[in-house]
């Protein structure tokens, strides 16, 4: 069946300009995740989502970035005022249900923030 | 806080030869994961280990669990070339906003034919 899915694969923008990255989960999982990647480093957790409901924003970088789901399935980050430090490749994975379950990832959004 | 350590981050290995790679985490979680990432790729999970003294194997990948310890081992038995990527180990742990799962920094892993 289908995977997780992400859009753009490729972002390049220039500073100061807002962006949207979007993830669509494998359908029936509740759980979505996004996680950052910068270039040869581990993943960061960034934002989690229960449903609608994000209980856990902690790992949001700055108030330059937020997330949202609708209906359930697809969810998009947004970063505002976008910096060269945000250049990255942001992951997102789904899972049936939030908590200790396996994790399935999407191809990554890279971001390049000139 | 949670932390997760991977050592060694970089290995480089002959084909033939066995080699370990090690996972320490920092706090209580009876629940770790093995992701392996292809270069330009994302993650693909390998193993989920749920349990003090979990063993698990798939072709020439061995990973265990000691809760007790706080470690994971992913043994390397016999490299091949293809199994050429990086690794990371993952952990669940449940804080107040619900479960957080935190990678360790990864370890890259390159098998020299």
């Known amino acids: 069946g289908a995977g997780v899915s992400q859009s753009p694969s490729n972002k390049v923008t220039e500073k100061g300009k807002d962006v949207e990255l979007r993830c669509d989960p494998i359908?029936?999982?509740?759980?979505l995740y996004w996680y950052r990647q910068s270039l040869g480093q581990g993943l960061e957790f960034l934002i989690y989502?229960?449903?609608?409901?994000?209980?856990?924003k902690s790992g949001l970088p700055s108030d330059r970035f937020s997330a949202e789901r609708t209906g359930g399935s697809v969810s998009t980050l947004t970063i505002q005022r976008t910096q060269q430090e945000d250049s990255a490749v942001y992951l997102c994975?789904?899972?049936?249900?939030?908590?200790?379950?396996?994790?399935?990832f999407g191809p990554g959004t890279r971001l390049l923030v000139l | 806080e949670l932390k997760v350590e991977q050592n060694p981050l970089f290995l480089s290995m002959q084909e033939g030869k066995n080699y370990t790679i090690y996972c320490n985490y920092s706090?209580?979680?009876?629940?770790l994961y093995w992701y392996r990432q292809d270069p330009g790729k994302s993650l693909e999970s390998l193993f989920v280990?749920?349990?003090?003294?979990a063993v698990k194997q798939e072709g020439r990948l061995m990973a265990s669990l000691d809760t007790k310890a706080r470690l994971s081992t992913l043994h390397i038995t016999a490299a091949v070339h293809d199994l050429s990527a990086t690794y990371f180990c993952?952990?669940?742990?449940?804080?107040?906003?619900?479960?957080?799962?935190?990678f360790g920094a990864g370890t890259r892993l390159f098998v020299k034919a």
């Open positions: 994975a789904s899972s049936f249900r939030q908590g200790q379950e396996t994790q399935y």
């Open positions: 359908s029936g999982h509740t759980a």
């Open positions: 989502f229960q449903g609608n409901s994000a209980p856990d």
């Open positions: 706090t209580t979680s009876d629940r």
């Open positions: 280990l749920l349990s003090n003294g």
């Open positions: 993952a952990v669940s742990v449940l804080n107040t906003g619900g479960f957080k799962t935190i």
